[in-house]
Nanobody
Framework: QVQLVESGGGLVQAGGSLRLSCAAS????????MGWFRQAPGKEREFVAA????????RYGDSVKGRFTISRDHAKNTVYLQMNSLRPEDTAVYFC???????????????????WGQGTQVTVSS
């Protein structure tokens, strides 16, 4: 059974940092893009970041560019999201996702991902 499990969420003050982790089990995603999305109450799921299979390419949502960094560790089958300079508007449930289609692409649409984690809450206080 394939599982993606996020961790690292929590409560942080504005300007602070958090690092989210997403550990995959049940299969490896070494040749596949992986991404992060977030969803705030009453809002649609929003693209945050994605990275291709060999980390040569990444993509970010406009609202997080320059503040968030996505990375991955194939040996640990894990993808990370380093979040710096956090703002109250970053408050959301953060989900990681994996694309079953291997390749060089870096998807930014939720419909392109087949596997999803259950999410981890990030709350940024002002």
């Amino acid at each position: 059974q394939v599982q993606l499990v996020e961790s690292g969420g929590g409560l942080v003050q504005a300007g602070g940092s958090l690092r989210l982790s997403c550990a995959a089990s049940g299969r490896t995603f070494h040749g596949n893009p992986m991404g992060w999305f977030r969803q705030a109450p009453g809002k649609e799921r929003e693209f945050v970041a994605a990275i291709n299979w060999n980390t040569s390419s990444s993509r970010y949502g406009d609202s997080v560019k320059g503040r968030f960094t996505i990375s991955r560790d194939h040996a640990k089958n894990t993808v990370y999201l380093q979040m710096n300079s956090l703002r109250p508007e970053d408050t959301a449930v953060y989900f990681c996702a994996a694309d079953v289609n291997p390749g060089w692409h870096v998807p930014d649409q939720s419909g392109e991902y087949e596997y999803w984690g259950q999410g981890t809450q990030v709350t940024v206080s002002s």
